[in-house]
C-alpha cells in the first residue's frame, strides 16, 4: 500500500511540474511577477500531497530586505519553507548540478554558492545583495550543513557575512529573521529521536532512496517557528549576529522537539 502510495504522489507532482515548471521558465524570462508565487504554490500541493503538515508559529517579517537564517534538517525543510511565503534560497553550488533538483533549484531562483572559490564570494555577495535590494526573502541554511534533526549546529558567522556583506547596496542595512523548523510527530505520534532520522537526511545518505522512503510514510508534522527580526547594520559583528540567531533558532527547536509549542501552532 506504501508503495501505491509513493507511486500516485510522484505520479502527480510530475503532473503538477510539467504545468508549472514552463510557467515559472516564462516568468523568469520575462521577470513576470508570477515567478515569486508559482515555486510556493508548487510547495504547497508537494507538502499536501506528501502528507506533511505545516504547523506555523509566529509570522515573517514584512520589512525588506530580509534574510532568513534557518537550521537544517532535510530536503523536506525546501519545500516546508517554500510553501509559507515567496522566496528563494542560498544553496550550495554542487545543488545546481543535481538531476531533477538542480532544475527545481533553478527555477526557485536560487542563488548558488561555490565554496571552494573565495574568489567568487564577492561576486555572490553582490548577487545576493541585489536579489534582497529587489525586495526578495532569501533563505540561509546558516549550519552550513544538515543533521539528523535532533538538535542545531553552531551557525557558521562566515556564511552569514557573505549574506550581509554589501549592505551598502541595500541603504545600509537589512532584517535577519531566525527561523526554526522542528519534525515533531510521525503517523501523528511524537517522533522522538529514534524515529527522526527517518525525514532528516545527512551523512552519506543516498538522495532517492531516503526520497523514496518518505513518499511512502508521509504523515508528518513539522512545526516552523519565527523568532524576532533583527536589524543589521553594516557595522553589526558577524559573529555576534551568528550567535544570536543560533541561540534564538536553538530554543524554538528544542520546545518544538519536546511537545511544548504543537498546540500553539497554526495548521
Known amino acids: ?31 513576470w511577477s508570477a515567478r515569486k508565487w508559482l515555486p ?20 515573517p517579517t514584512l520589512d525588506r530586505p530580509l534574510l532568513i537564517a534557518a ?6 525543510d525546501i519545500p516546508v519553507i517554500g ?6 534560497f542560498i544553496a550550495k553550488s554542487e545543488v545546481s548540478g543535481w538531476p531533477i533538483f538542480g532544475l527545481f533549484a533553478k527555477l526557485q531562483r536560487t542563488v548558488f554558492v561555490n565554496r571552494q572559490r573565495r574568489s567568487e564570494t564577492g561576486r555572490t555577495a553582490n548577487q545576493i545583495a541585489d536579489r534582497m ?6 533563505v540561509l541554511f546558516a549550519e552550513g550543513t544538515s543533521n539528523d534533526g535532533n538538535y542545531v549546529l553552531p551557525f557558521r558567522s562566515a556564511l552569514l557575512g557573505a549574506a550581509t556583506r554589501q549592505l551598502d547596496q541595500v541603504e545600509g542595512e537589512v532584517w535577519v529573521q531566525p ?13 522522538g529521536r529514534q524515529f527522526r532520522p527517518h525525514v532528516a537526511w545527512y551523512g552519506d545518505m543516498e538522495l532517492p532512496d531516503h526520497l523514496w522512503a518518505v513518499f511512502c510514510e508521509g504523515a508528518l508534522d513539522v512545526v516552523v517557528t519565527w523568532g524576532e527580526p533583527l536589524r543589521v547594520s553594516a557595522s553589526a559583528d558577524r559573529k555576534l549576529l551568528a550567535q544570536q540567531l543560533e541561540d534564538a533558532v536553538r530554543e524554538t527547536t528544542q520546545n518544538a522537539l519536546v511537545g511544548r509549542t504543537l498546540e500553539n501552532a497554526a495548521l
Open 179 to 191: 527561523l526554526s523548523i522542528a519534525y515533531q510527530r510521525f503517523h501523528g505520534m511524537p517522533m
Open 71 to 76: 537550521n537544517h534538517a532535510s530536503w523536506v
Open 133 to 138: 535590494a529587489s525586495g526578495d526573502a532569501m
Open 83 to 88: 510553501s509559507l511565503i515567496p522566496l528563494s
Open 40 to 59: 510556493c504554490f508548487w510547495h504547497k500541493i508537494a507538502t499536501r500531497l506528501v502528507g506533511i503538515r505545516v504547523h506555523e508559529i509566529g509570522k
Open 1 to 31: 500500500m506504501a508503495r501505491i502510495k509513493a507511486t500516485l504522489v510522484i505520479f502527480m507532482l510530475t503532473l503538477v511540474s510539467l504545468v508549472l515548471i514552463p510557467l515559472q521558465w516564462i516568468a523568469i524570462k520575462t521577470n
